[in-house]
Nanobody
């Protein structure tokens, strides 16, 4: 069974940083596009960031651009989301997701993704 496991969430003050990790088992991330999504209470799921198979294409939502950085380490089968200058509105359950693409670019479209993790909670206090 494919598993994506997120870690690194927690409670942080506004302006602080966290690094989320997405580790895969029984699923090679090196040929997968990876996305980070989040769902805040009472809000729709939001695509936050995505990275393509080569790492050469990265997408960020307008709400996190300039503050978050996605990266991948294929040797360890892990993708990271470095989150800096966190704001209370970043509070959400963060999920990683993956799919094997037939095109080069990253994607923030959730319907593309075939495998999802359970999520890690991020709480940013003001």
């Amino acid at each position: 069974e494919v598993q994506l496991v997120e870690s690194g969430g927690g409670l942080v003050q506004a302006g602080g940083s966290l690094r989320l990790s997405c580790a895969a088992s029984r699923f090679g991330l090196d040929d997968a596009t990876i996305g980070w999504f989040r769902r805040a209470p009472g809000k729709a799921r939001e695509g936050v960031s995505s990275i393509n198979t080569s790492g050469g294409s990265k997408y960020y939502s307008d709400s996190v651009g300039g503050r978050f950085t996605i990266s991948r380490d294929d040797a360890s089968n892990t993708v990271y989301l470095q989150m800096n200058s966190l704001k209370p509105e970043d509070t959400a359950l963060y999920y990683c997701a993956a799919f094997h693409p037939n095109y080069e670019l990253a994607s923030l479209a959730p319907y593309e993704y075939s495998h999802w993790g359970q999520g890690t909670q991020v709480i940013v206090s003001s």
